[in-house]
């Protein structure tokens, strides 16, 4: 069994660990620094094979997203709601930064490019930013 992991720091409260097999997503926060872990599930739709991309405003507010869709958690990843399918494809690298989960930005690939994106409006819309080149000529 091949396992991939990813762990993350949970702000003021704890660590989690997000794993996965060919076969399943895991993501196991813990909220007294790695003593105790809890299973929760991913998303309903997230395809098994495929990390989500998370987000952690605080211990309970989560975002995750997987292809254009996006989901939102306020109870640790217990249980998720859908919020768009807006997402521009490729995105990595979610980081939130209002305290009130409206504002975020995003790291894209694509196969014509990568860049930044902004949202203003908690997911429901997202904006390309124009990001700096090293071209020199």
Do not use: C
């Amino acid at each position: 069994m091949t396992w991939g992991f990813r762990g993350r720091r949970l702000p003021d409260v704890g660590v989690v660990a997000v794993m996965n097999d060919k076969e399943a997503n895991y993501t196991l926060p813990s909220f007294d620094w790695g003593a105790t872990w809890t299973y929760t599930a991913p998303p309903s739709g997230v395809v098994s094979q495929i990390y989500p991309s998370f987000a952690y405003v605080d211990a309970f507010h989560w975002w995750a997203v997987e292809g254009t869709a996006l989901y939102k958690s306020s109870d640790a990843g217990l249980s998720w709601k859908h919020i768009s399918d807006s997402v521009p494809d490729g995105m990595s690298f979610l980081r939130v930064f209002d305290s009130r989960a409206a504002v975020a930005w995003a790291q894209f690939s694509q196969m014509s490019g990568s860049g930044l994106v902004l949202t203003t409006d908690g997911g429901l819309h997202w904006t390309s930013l124009k990001v700096p080149t090293t071209d020199t000529a």
